[in-house]
């Protein structure tokens, strides 16, 4: 009973969120996982929250039996021994084993979410001082995504997690995310959906998605990256394979016609 109310108890603090892919006031817990990735991080958070419950539980129960039993009054004269074997191996030795238990769970995960054999197309992730260009090099396409400032957000439109070129993907398709950087290390993290890798110059990072259900998801960059590293927003819109192909057709001619804002404005302040 106790080892099911304890369960219970830490998978609603672990889903204890509105179910959505923003971040929304007052959230408690991750948002609503949209990838196997995240689904899986949301299991191991669950197995970590009932291992800390148990060990506060368990260490608050015998420091107050100790507190009880061992009270002056009620043990007036203490005993003189100073070791007991049984009793020290036994502290050494639940400590390994609930170590055991946490790492390989985590080990799995973390082979789990390093990469993709089997993918069907890949996203390459370019961060810059201070937004992100995309690559689809299966699809001859490439953009800019800029923050969209507030007096040009549209109504519904999140501030500081809106883009002007949002990042459109399929769903139920293994993506290779490839990721690197031209000037400083960003991170590139979408937590509905379990992503953040940090983007390094000179290296070429790896990781994987794949949506599990139409929406709009948003991220941000999480490497300290410089003076305007709070405005560096991901927008990513996850759309049925047809959708997807009916962008990729649109998307192509609108980005092949005019340069990118970045290359705009560069000129401008010339």
């Not at 995240?38 to 260490?59: D, G, K, S, W």
């Amino acid at each position: 009973m106790t080892r099911a109310f304890l369960y219970a108890f830490a998978l609603f603090l672990a889903s204890a969120t509105a179910q959505a892919s923003e971040p929304v006031p007052w959230a408690f817990g991750f948002q609503a996982a949209a990838s196997p990735t995240m689904a899986r991080i949301a299991e191991l958070a669950t197995l970590l929250n009932v291992v800390i419950i148990a060990i506060v539980a368990l260490v608050t129960a015998l420091l107050g039996w100790c507190m009880w039993r061992y009270h002056e009054k009620r043990n007036p004269v203490p005993a003189t021994w100073t070791h007991n074997t049984k009793l020290e191996i036994a502290w050494t030795a639940i400590p390994t084993l609930i170590l055991f238990l946490i790492a390989f769970p985590s080990l799995k995960l973390l082979y789990f979410m390093d990469r993709t054999q089997t993918a069907e197309m890949t996203l390459k992730v370019t961060g810059h001082q201070w937004y992100w260009s995309y690559d689809y090099p299966d699809h001859n396409l490439k953009f800019d995504a800029l923050m969209t400032q507030d007096s040009d957000l549209q109504p519904g439109q999140l501030r500081l997690l809106t883009t002007d070129n949002p990042v459109v993907l399929p769903v139920g398709v293994a993506i290779r995310v490839q990721l690197t950087a031209d000037d400083v290390i960003h991170s590139w993290a979408v937590p509905a959906l379990g992503l953040k890798t940090d983007t390094v110059p000179g290296r070429l990072n790896e990781t994987w998605v794949r949506i599990d259900r139409p929406g709009t998801y948003y991220g941000q960059c999480s490497e300290l990256c410089g003076v305007n590293h709070g405005f560096m927003p991901i927008m990513i819109h996850a759309v049925p394979k047809e959708q997807f192909t009916a962008w990729l057709d649109e998307a192509r001619t609108r980005f092949a016609a005019r340069p990118s804002q970045v290359a705009l404005s560069g000129e401008s302040a010339r």
